[in-house]
Nanobody
């Protein structure tokens, strides 16, 4: 059973930066494909980013965050990160870490979810 724990959310002014972390336990980390989703009240959870570094591929990003967010991973720490820069009020959401043993895509989320971490961007 994979267990994902996020951290790093908070409140920031527009234009600021935040770093989200997600640590995985219960599975060999290098075998997991990981990604990030976000959700605002009344809306469906939406894809943000997914990485397949180390699996011979590149990362994928939602158009709304491309150029501002970067996904990365530290295998030694069993942790993935979401580096969020130039934050906008519309980035306000609960951010969820997601993982499985297949590539995460905008239309295919993995089985395992973290508890979520709130990000609030004020104008």
């Amino acid at each position: 059973q994979v267990h994902l724990v996020e951290s790093g959310g908070g409140s920031v002014q527009a234009g600021g930066s935040l770093l989200l972390s997600c640590t995985a336990t219960g599975r060999t980390f290098s075998s997991l494909f990981m990604g990030w989703f976000r959700q605002t009240p009344g809306k469906e959870r939406e894809f943000v980013a997914a990485g397949i570094e180390g699996h011979g591929g590149s990362s994928e990003y939602a158009e709304s965050v491309k150029g501002r967010f970067t996904i990365s991973r530290d295998i030694a720490k069993s942790t993935i990160y979401l580096h969020m820069n130039s934050l906008k009020p519309e980035d306000t959401a609960v951010y969820y870490c997601n993982g499985d043993d297949f590539i995460i895509t905008p239309i295919r989320a993995g089985t395992y979810w973290g508890q979520g971490t709130q990000v609030t961007v004020s104008s």
